[in-house]
């Protein structure tokens, strides 16, 4: 069993920068790939990126590709989202996720794919 949590989230200006976390605790968290998706209101939930288990590989989605930053800290068991130059269209609730598929690698926007969820953090950006 792994727990999530994030953390960071908050209200920022179009075009500032927030942070946001997510701690895990349990098994092995360096055995997972970690995902963060996000949810608007009345909108499906989308993938935002990923991170393999070492840290050396990311993926991101188009929309968020050059303002986002996956990083991952496997000693301090957490996996971070540095958002940069956001827009109101980021508004959403973010969520981690982890994942021990190996298909993770190759298809890390699967959702079905990441059996743990945290409970999300809501992120505003107003314009």
């Known amino acids: 069993q792994v727990q999530l949590v994030e953390s960071g989230g908050g209200l920022v200006q179009a075009g500032g920068s927030l942070r946001i976390s997510c701690a895990a605790s349990?098994?092995?968290?360096?055995?997972?790939?970690m995902g963060w998706f996000r949810q608007a209101p009345g909108k499906e939930r989308e993938f935002v990126g990923s991170?393999?288990?070492?840290?050396?590989?990311?993926a991101y989605a188009d929309s968020v590709k050059g303002r986002f930053t996956i990083s991952r800290d496997n000693a301090k068991n957490t996996v971070d989202l540095q958002m940069n130059s956001l827009k109101p269209e980021d508004t959403a609730v973010y969520y981690c996720?982890?994942?021990?598929?190996?298909?993770?690698?190759?298809?890390?926007?699967?959702?079905?794919?990441?059996?743990?969820w945290g409970q999300g953090t809501q992120v505003t950006v107003s314009s």
């Open positions: 996720a982890a994942s021990n598929s190996g298909m993770a690698i190759s298809a890390p926007a699967l959702s079905a794919l990441y059996v743990y």
């Open positions: 349990g098994r092995t968290f360096s055995s997972f790939t």
């Open positions: 991170v393999r288990k070492s840290g050396s590989d990311t």
